[in-house]
């Protein structure tokens, strides 16, 4: 599919109509390209989620097909060293689907239940408020025919497990919902997984995710029954080939390293072959290097421009939003990865936008759980 970055918005959004979007690590994602949108700036703050303000994801834990497979074990560290740091929240990632039987009714491995109610149970004794969300259940946006009822059957015994807990712990449906869950689908998806968890959690707040992983284009495509405690649910990663940069699971066009932010660089970056091979990122790259600092590509006005998006969509829906990850790959420098997550969170809070930055230890790293201590300049950037 031919795909530039004025284009690349409309584009991705009709091919997801027509089911054929392609996956973020496997190409390319939607630019900051507006898909119908005026750039407004919220005029009505957006009411706050609870007493929700910042929060960092404990990622790669229990969303690795198992813990410890992706170098991360949660310890009682990372919630202390999270309170201690100033978040007052946690999104707990965690790949139910790997721990479940494949036939009906579908039962959670009893061990690693036990090992989600430890997870909650620490962040509890230290205060901090838990969004708890079924991440990397590839079968189903693989294939949401075949994985509705097994996502349903786990989602029902989440629910039932947790009924009793306080309003601080949050659901989040879906992950980053992509690939063949298109909006059609998961629009359907989402209303009969609401009806499971309101059977037993009348009032508790659930989380839903844009389609094209959690993309802001696709928030307004979101069909959510009325209900108060629905909050809609978008991630930032844009702009992409900074925040990407060299990362090994997207496709080679993402491999050009050394880009900064904010841009322009000082130096141009020199693009490598993949990306001068693909269209978009070849154009992207070039006006990343000549554009000016207010119009450039890789710099504030990208970032401005994805909130507009999740602004807009919360005045025109009434419904609250969150950004439920944003981050900068370890391989970008440190001042810029700092200067990035400082922009991003700075553009979150003055919109009233409650924030979880990705993550703690792995590939985006910001903590030290065995150091008991943080990446300084990022927590800087993030908790002055
Ligand atoms: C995924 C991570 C990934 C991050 C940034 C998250 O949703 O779960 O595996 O590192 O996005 O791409």
Same mark, same amino acid.
């Given at each position: 599919?031919?795909?530039?970055?004025?284009?690349?918005?409309?584009?991705?959004?009709?091919?997801?109509?027509?089911?054929?979007?392609?996956?973020?690590?496997?190409?390319?994602?939607?630019?900051?390209?507006?898909?119908?949108?005026? +750039?407004?700036?919220?005029?009505?703050?957006?009411?706050?989620?609870?007493?929700?303000?910042?929060?960092?994801?404990?990622?790669?834990?229990?969303?690795?097909?198992?813990?410890?497979?992706?170098?991360?074990?949660?310890?009682?560290?990372?919630?202390?060293?999270?309170?201690?740091?100033?978040?007052?929240?946690?999104?707990?990632?965690?790949?139910?689907?790997?721990?479940?039987?494949?036939?009906?009714?579908?039962?959670?491995?009893?061990?690693?239940?036990?090992?989600?109610?430890?997870?909650?149970?620490?962040?509890?004794?230290?205060?901090?408020?838990?969004?708890?969300?079924?991440?990397?259940?590839?079968?189903?946006?693989?294939?949401?025919?075949?994985?509705?009822?097994?996502?349903?059957?786990?989602?029902?015994?989440?629910?039932?497990?947790?009924?009793?807990?306080?309003?601080?712990?949050?659901?989040?449906?879906?992950?980053?919902?992509?690939?063949?869950?298109?909006?059609?689908?998961?629009?359907?998806?989402?209303?009969?997984?609401?009806?499971?968890?309101?059977?037993?959690?009348?009032?508790?707040?659930?989380?839903?995710?844009?389609?094209?992983?959690?993309?802001?284009?696709?928030?307004?495509?979101?069909?959510?029954?009325?209900?108060?405690?629905?909050?809609?649910?978008?991630?930032?990663?844009?702009?992409?080939?900074?925040?990407?940069?060299?990362?090994?699971?997207?496709?080679?066009?993402?491999?050009?390293?050394?880009?900064?932010?904010?841009?322009?660089?000082?130096?141009?970056?020199?693009?490598?072959?993949?990306?001068?091979?693909?269209?978009?990122?070849?154009?992207?790259?070039?006006?990343?290097?000549?554009?000016?600092?207010?119009?450039?590509?890789?710099?504030?006005?990208?970032?401005?421009?994805?909130?507009?998006?999740?602004?807009?969509?919360?005045?025109? +829906?009434?419904?609250?939003?969150?950004?439920?990850?944003?981050?900068?790959?370890?391989?970008?420098?440190?001042? +810029?990865?700092?200067?990035?997550?400082?922009?991003?969170?700075?553009?979150?809070?003055?919109?009233?936008?409650?924030?979880?930055?990705?993550?703690?230890?792995?590939?985006?790293?910001?903590?030290?759980?065995?150091?008991?201590?943080?990446?300084?300049?990022?927590?800087?950037?993030?908790?002055?």
């Amino acid at each position: 599919m031919n795909r530039s970055l004025t284009t690349i918005g409309v584009v991705a959004f009709t091919a997801a109509l027509l089911g054929a979007c392609q996956p973020r690590r496997a190409g390319v994602h939607p630019s900051t390209a507006n898909a119908g949108t005026a +750039s407004v700036t919220s005029a009505t703050p957006i009411a706050p989620i609870l007493s929700l303000k910042r929060c960092v994801n404990l990622g790669n834990g229990l969303d690795a097909p198992s813990e410890g497979e992706w170098g991360v074990i949660l310890g009682e560290n990372h919630f202390s060293t999270a309170k201690a740091a100033g978040f007052d929240h946690v999104r707990l990632p965690v790949r139910f689907s790997a721990h479940a039987e494949q036939t009906p009714p579908y039962t959670i491995d009893a061990a690693f239940f036990a090992r989600v109610d430890w997870a909650i149970a620490q962040a509890q004794s230290q205060g901090l408020s838990v969004i708890l969300d079924v991440h990397h259940f590839n079968e189903l946006t693989d294939d949401p025919d075949a994985q509705t009822e097994r996502f349903l059957g786990l989602w029902k015994q989440i629910a039932e497990r947790y009924a009793s807990q306080p309003e601080t712990l949050i659901f989040e449906l879906l992950n980053e919902p992509c690939k063949n869950l298109n909006p059609v689908k998961l629009n359907a998806l989402h209303k009969r997984a609401i009806a499971t968890v309101r059977a037993s959690n009348p009032t508790r707040i659930i989380m839903v995710d844009s389609y094209f992983w959690a993309n802001t284009n696709y928030l307004r495509t979101l069909e959510l029954p009325n209900d108060p405690n629905l909050v809609a649910q978008f991630h930032m990663y844009q702009p992409i080939l900074f925040t990407h940069q060299g990362a090994p699971w997207m496709d080679p066009e993402y491999g050009t390293v050394g880009i900064v932010f904010p841009g322009p660089p000082s130096k141009p970056v020199q693009p490598v072959e993949a990306a001068q091979n693909s269209g978009w990122v070849r154009d992207w790259l070039k006006s990343y290097n000549t554009a000016t600092a207010a119009q450039n590509p890789g710099g504030p006005k990208t970032i401005r421009e994805e909130f507009d998006r999740a602004s807009a969509y919360a005045q025109s +829906s009434g419904r609250r939003v969150y950004l439920g990850e944003f981050g900068a790959i370890n391989n970008a420098d440190m001042t +810029s990865r700092a200067n990035y997550l400082k922009a991003v969170r700075e553009e979150s809070e003055r919109r009233n936008i409650a924030w979880c930055v990705w993550d703690d230890g792995g590939g985006f790293q910001l903590l030290k759980p065995q150091e008991k201590g943080w990446v300084n300049e990022l927590k800087q950037a993030l908790i002055p």
